[in-house]
């Protein structure tokens, strides 16, 4: 998607909080070399929506429209990537999320099992260009709920995989098919 959107002249905004080292900030800052792009800061204030709802949606979707609106002060074709996607599906946005002139992406960490959050899912899901997730089994459980606008981006890890068996003697153990990635 980033690629097409570098051929294509889009302006790619990336969304999640600026300055938050723990997180996804040095993804931000190898993208923003690879693609030229724009940060856009969420200022995402650290609330945990299921401890308090009503003020995790509003703080939600305060940021929402705060990344629309600072993509949208440009004029031409934008792509905005939602780092953390998981943020933001759930909302009740009454809106789509798309136009002829911005594609959304979003990079989604977790598949809900909530029913409810599933269908919130698949409702945004559908609605964007694409989902980016980390992994092939997530992958396979989106497409499971219906969403098939899935890319896989495999995740660097800086686990010592010395320690566990060889690939071939794990897809035994786990019975795991060869058009997996293990």
């Not at 703080?59 to 993509?71: G, N």
């Not at 992406?105 to 909530?114: A, E, F, G």
């Not at 969403?147 to 690939?167: C, L």
């Amino acid at each position: 998607m980033m690629q097409n959107a570098m051929n294509e002249n889009f302006d790619i905004y990336l969304a999640d909080l600026v300055n938050d080292f723990e997180g996804h900030f040095y993804i931000m800052q190898a993208l923003h070399k690879l693609t030229h792009s724009h940060y856009i800061d969420t200022k995402e204030k650290k609330i945990v929506v299921k401890k308090n709802p009503i003020k995790g949606t509003i703080i939600r979707m305060i940021m929402y429209h705060r990344v629309l609106t600072e993509a949208n002060k440009r004029n031409g074709m934008k792509v905005i990537h939602f780092i953390t996607g998981d943020k933001f599906y759930f909302l009740p946005i009454l809106f789509s999320p798309e136009s002829k002139k911005t594609k959304v992406v979003m990079t989604l960490h977790r598949c809900p099992t909530n029913l409810f959050y599933v269908h919130l899912l698949k409702n945004f899901a559908n609605r964007i260009s694409k989902v980016i997730v980390l992994g092939e089994a997530m992958k396979d459980d989106l497409n499971r709920m219906g969403i098939y606008n899935v890319e896989v981006i495999d995740h660097p890890s800086f686990f010592d995989y010395t320690i566990i068996d060889e690939k071939a003697e794990l897809r035994k153990r786990f019975s795991v098919t060869d058009d997996n990635i293990v």
